[in-house]
């Protein structure tokens, strides 16, 4: 068999843990437009807080210092509750979807990558279908468009020369990034 045809073979089930992962991993690669939005809005609220904070009986400096403190309470809880919404909403979707859990066979070749699972449909993808993809220390995110994404954790290869394979594969086929 050529060395360009190969075929790797890797199966596995994804977790919930799993995908809180891959979620995690996931606003790691959007980070800029979330950051940025939070900029503008830190930034909008300051001022309109600053403004009212600031009148006749109040100085310069407790204005700017109630400002200060309002926005960091609000950052606070903000991030807090987007973390466990985030969460909710992943094991929501981890519970919806109906191959969750489940073991699938994933195939990988010079020509695209099949998933099977027992008593499922088979998804076929070929790597100009492929949008792009990451590797992770532990998993691949291997983007087919903007919204769906394959998620391979790393213990799903048998071997460590088959996440190299297949890392290199991703690296030939897909636009391909290293975090």
Known sequence: MKEENKQIVFTGALSLDDLYKATRYHWI???KYPLTYLGIMVSVMSFILYNAFKDESTSQQSAIIWTAFTVAIGLIGGIIALYFL???RTKTLY???PSAGKEATHSA???GI???MINE???WYEWSDVFK???FSDMFLVYVNPIVVIYIPKYFF???EDVKDFSTLLLQKTKFRTR
Request: cysteine-free; aromatic content about 4%; overall charge neutral.
């Open 109 to 111: 070749n010079d020509l």
């Open 29 to 31: 690669i959007r980070r």
């Open 158 to 160: 048998e071997t460590p």
């Open 114 to 116: 099949k998933i099977e």
């Open 95 to 97: 519970e919806l979807s």
């Open 133 to 135: 993809s990451y590797e």
């Open 86 to 88: 985030i969460k909710k």
């Open 121 to 123: 449909v088979v998804q």
